[in-house]
Structure formats: C-alpha cells, structure tokens
C-alpha cells in the first residue's frame, strides 16, 4: 500500500505494516521462550521487563513498544504479554 492509516499513531507507507508484525513476532518469540521453558504466566509477567528491553533493542520492534508513561491497562505491554500467552496455550 502506499498510505496505511492505522487506528492510532501516525499515517505511514508499507513499512509500518512491515515494523508492526516485526513487533508482534518479536513479542510472540518472547513470550514462546519462556514458556518453552516451562514459566506461568506469573513468571513471564515477571520478566516484563526483560521483555520491555529485548523489544525496544530490536530496532523493527521498538517503536511499537508502548513508554511506561503511556501505558494504560488495556494498551500496556503486560495486556499485550497476556494476551499472546492466551493465544499461545490455546
């Protein structure tokens, strides 16, 4: 596409789309190793952190990581950790 308007954020071209599923395979191979290694959901919220820092290294990633200022309970990296665990058992 040549102009993606997202739901939220600013309008973009195709790599927003490109940087976005970079985000979410980023998240959902976070989330997969520790649970690989055997981790609750209460551990991997554990490591939310580690996760914050792996996601904002990864350069595809990072600017779809929600700052600590902006997270709101629905939005927030803990809510998107939930819900890929949930994905991810079922």
Request: glycine share 12%.
């Amino acid at each position: 596409p040549l102009v993606v308007c997202p739901g939220h954020g600013a309008r973009g071209g195709a790599a927003l789309l490109a940087d976005q599923k970079g985000f979410f395979v980023a998240l959902h191979r976070e989330v997969s190793v520790r649970m690989e290694r055997g981790q609750t959901l209460d551990g991997v919220l554990g490591d939310l952190e580690a996760i914050r820092a792996t996601l904002l290294a990864d350069p595809a990633a990072a600017g779809h990581v929600i700052p600590h200022m902006a997270d709101l309970s629905v939005l927030s990296l803990q809510a998107q950790v939930e819900r890929t665990y949930g994905q991810m058992r079922t």
